[in-house]
C-alpha cells in the first residue's frame, strides 16, 4: 500500500465524515515545482456535499488543508476530480413561441 502523508490522511478524514459513500473516497498526491496537489475521487452522489452550497465546504476544506500545509513547510493544492457522468447535460436549444408577444410593437 502507498505512503500516506498527514495532510492526506487528513483530507481523507474530513471528506470521509461528510459523505454518504466513505469507501468510494480516494485521494491521489503528486509533488510538483508548484507544491503539493491532492486529487480527490468521490462517488457522484456525494459531489454535493463536498462541493457545499456555493462551494462553501470545498472553500473550507481548502483552507484547513493550507493550514495543514503550512505547518508542514508545504504548498496544498485540493482539486476535486468530477466523476464520469457527473456534469449535468447541458441545456438543449428549444424553441420557443414567441408568437403572442410579437406584435407588440416595443
Sequence with gaps: MAEKY????????????????????????LIDERGVLLSL??????????IGRQGQTARAIRTLLKIVGTKNNARVNLK????????????ADVDVDTSAVDDLNI
Design 6 to 29: 498527514q495532510d492526506q490522511e487528513f483530507l481523507e478524514f474530513v471528506v470521509k465524515s461528510i459523505v454518504g459513500n466513505p469507501e468510494d473516497v480516494k485521494s491521489e498526491r
Design 80 to 91: 476535486i476530480v468530477e466523476p464520469e457522468g457527473g456534469r449535468r447535460a447541458p441545456r
Design 41 to 50: 475521487h468521490i462517488s457522484p452522489a456525494d459531489m454535493g456535499f463536498v
